[in-house]
């Protein structure tokens, strides 16, 4: 198991973050959406309007940077589903205003999931060790 990586040409060392597989990404991104309709009915925001949506790219965001960028589409879906339900049509009701804008909605929360997950797939520079040849004993 490696503990560290470095990027190519940098000098600062990283834990690698081992990313957790798609169903689990999809299961975090949906809990989180409710806990954040919650917290957006707490201060008084669980309404259609910029500041749900703003705060569901963020989450769909902020999941994605913990993701794998196969993981991309459902945090997008988790997010789009819960925006939808909670904050445009509430008590947990799923409503239609068309292909266009319901996919321009998907889209977005599935693109920032993927804008944050994709440093994290680029190849990492493995750190080659050389080893010193250890000598016997000295010879008399």
């Known amino acids: 198991m490696r503990m560290y990586s470095a990027r190519p040409g940098g000098r600062r060392y990283r834990p690698v973050l ?5 169903p689990v ?25 910029w500041f749900p949506y703003v705060a569901y790219l963020g989450l769909a965001a ?17 997010a789009w589903l819960c925006c939808n339900a909670f904050a445009e049509h509430h008590h947990a009701e799923l409503g239609w205003a068309g292909a266009g804008v319901e996919g321009e909605h998907f889209g ?11 440093p994290a797939a680029l190849p990492r520079r493995t750190i080659r060790l050389s080893r010193l040849p250890v000598d016997g004993p000295a010879a008399p």
């Open 18 to 22: 081992d990313r957790p597989p798609v």
């Open 108 to 118: 977005l929360f599935t693109a920032a999931a993927l804008l944050l997950s994709l």
């Open 25 to 49: 990404s999809f299961t975090v991104a949906l809990l989180s959406g409710g806990l954040l309709a919650l917290g957006l009915d707490r201060v008084g925001e669980l309404h259609a309007g």
């Open 62 to 78: 902020l999941a994605g940077a913990f993701s794998r960028p196969p993981a991309a589409p459902v945090v997008g879906l988790a």
